[in-house]
């Protein structure tokens, strides 16, 4: 199985800030990836897919970047509503895998 | 609108069975593909299982492989997950996914549907 690895695995941030989580894939999975966020007691929900292509009705201050093993997301300027934990998927393969999730809190 | 409803969780005791289903609405249930994806309380998620739009492929977790089959009635609409065998470890929350193919991202999850595996 492919593995995937996110950093930092906690992120504290205030409204307004930009950060940006990186994932890593133990081999090549070339432009194969999604970026989910989810909230408490909530399904994830997809961001980006095929590394930096937003989908439909997410805001622009989310961008994606990478190919190959490294990869990350760019929130650019934090709102309130961005605070969640955020999961980077790969499916170059059937059985898909994620990344053991991003925990973005308020600071 | 896109709405999946999973269904069929509940407390069952280890080694004991359990079939979750899932409904669809909002798109053409037999043109997708769907997955199974599953979050232990406060972890984070795994992929379960994946089911061609015909139901004709099918694919599992070495976690469930030989216990845990996956079926779908596009009639109804509708996608199941049965599980056998069930240990503690399968405690989570078991959501339905939307599965855009090859090349494209899982999209719509389910509210998901909580299984318990305890004595």
């Known amino acids: 199985d492919i593995q995937m690895t996110q950093s930092p695995s906690t992120l504290s941030a205030s409204v307004g800030d930009r950060v940006t989580i990186t994932c890593r894939a133990s081999?090549?999975?070339?432009?194969?990836l999604a970026w989910y966020q989810q909230k408490p007691g909530k399904a994830p929900k997809l961001l980006i897919f095929?590394?930096?292509s937003l989908e439909n009705g997410v805001p622009s201050r989310f961008s994606g970047r990478g190919s190959g093993t490294e990869f990350t997301l760019t929130i650019s300027s934090l709102q309130p509503d961005d605070f969640a934990t955020y999961y980077c998927?790969?499916?170059?393969?059937?059985?898909?895998?994620f990344g053991q999730g991003t925990k973005l809190e308020i600071k | 609108e896109v709405q999946l409803v999973e269904s069929g969780g509940g407390l069952v005791q280890p080694g004991g069975s359990l079939r979750v289903s899932c409904e669809a609405s909002?798109?053409?249930?037999?043109?997708?593909?769907m997955d199974w994806v599953r979050q232990a309380p406060g972890k984070g998620l795994e992929w379960v299982s994946y089911?061609?739009?015909?139901?004709?492929?099918?694919d599992y977790a070495d976690s469930v492989k030989g216990r845990f089959t996956i079926s779908r009635d596009n009639a109804k609409n509708s996608l199941y997950l049965q599980m056998n065998s069930l240990r503690g470890e399968d405690t989570a929350v078991y959501y339905c996914?939307?599965?855009?193919?090859?090349?494209?991202?899982?999209?719509?999850w389910g509210q998901g549907t909580l299984v318990t595996v305890s004595s």
């Open positions: 996914v939307r599965d855009r193919g090859w090349g494209l991202p899982l999209d719509y």
């Open positions: 909002g798109f053409t249930f037999s043109s997708y593909e």
């Open positions: 089911i061609s739009s015909s139901g004709s492929s099918l």
């Open positions: 081999q090549s999975i070339s432009i194969w």
């Open positions: 095929k590394a930096s």
């Open positions: 998927q790969q499916y170059d393969t059937r059985s898909v895998t």
